[in-house]
């Protein structure tokens, strides 16, 4: 669990304000980075596993078949865990997660299956790809599975370093949310409007 010191010392290496920390993590992951059962929260994107797959030289498309759920070559909202409550769809997302792994299976590739589903999640409290680990500050995409089934204050390091790195510091500043959806979240950020969300939560803890 996060404490105000731990955000204010993260506000001060960003330069901006707690209220705007707080309120990308309450959108990204309702303020929480972990489930109930201990794991970190986790989404799982098919597209990105298929574009790891093919940047390795494996053929994703010669294993989309019975796999649809967990490898599609574009980006799609339909497949996401479902369920009436988090916890649920959290345990349907780590069921893809592993679905995506088990793929690779008995092939000498199997390392590299498992390396991408992992570079295919976004971790954690502020639900950073995991492609993303060299701008968290990580060696390889386990050292940041690893971090992020710590702690929430890892969740936070991993967040300010990959700000930095991808020079997001400023639109956070200036809470030019928009500006900051659109890089953090992807081009795809006004399908689930992220800016308006982190306005909007940003003016809550604000008060």
């Given at each position: 669990?996060?404490?105000?010191?731990?955000?204010?010392?993260?506000?001060?290496?960003?330069?901006?304000?707690?209220?705007?920390?707080?309120?990308?993590?309450?959108?990204?992951?309702?303020?929480?980075?972990?489930?109930?059962?201990?794991?970190?929260?986790?989404?799982?994107?098919?597209?990105?596993?298929?574009?790891?797959?093919?940047?390795?030289?494996?053929?994703?498309?010669?294993?989309?078949?019975?796999?649809?759920t967990v490898l599609y070559k574009r980006w799609t909202r339909v497949h996401y865990g479902k369920g009436e409550n988090n916890e649920i769809r959290q345990q349907r997302e780590w069921a893809r997660l592993e679905r995506a792994i088990s793929i690779g299976k008995g092939l000498p590739e199997a390392a590299i299956f498992k390396e991408c589903a992992l570079m295919a999640c976004s971790w954690g409290r502020y639900?950073?790809?995991?492609?993303?680990?060299?701008?968290?500050?990580?060696?390889?995409?386990?050292?940041?599975?690893?971090?992020?089934?710590?702690?929430?204050?890892?969740?936070?390091?991993?967040?300010?370093?990959?700000?930095?790195?991808?020079?997001?510091?400023?639109?956070?500043?200036?809470?030019?949310?928009?500006?900051?959806?659109?890089?953090?979240?992807?081009?795809?950020?006004?399908?689930?409007?992220?800016?308006?969300?982190?306005?909007?939560?940003?003016?809550?803890?604000?008060?």
């Open positions: 669990m996060l404490t105000e010191q731990n955000y204010r010392d993260a506000a001060l290496k960003l330069n901006c304000e707690v209220a705007a920390i707080k309120a990308v993590d309450y959108v990204e992951s309702r303020g929480s980075g972990f489930n109930k059962n201990g794991t970190p929260k986790i989404l799982f994107e098919g597209h990105v596993f298929w574009r790891e797959l093919e940047k390795r030289g494996i053929s994703a498309e010669k294993f989309e078949r019975g796999n649809e639900q950073i790809m995991g492609n993303n680990y060299k701008l968290c500050g990580f060696k390889d995409v386990f050292d940041m599975y690893f971090a992020a089934g710590m702690s929430e204050a890892a969740h936070l390091d991993m967040f300010v370093s990959y700000v930095i790195k991808r020079r997001l510091d400023d639109e956070l500043r200036d809470r030019r949310w928009t500006d900051f959806a659109r890089s953090y979240n992807g081009p795809m950020y006004y399908k689930n409007k992220y800016d308006i969300k982190m306005a909007q939560a940003f003016l809550k803890f604000n008060k």
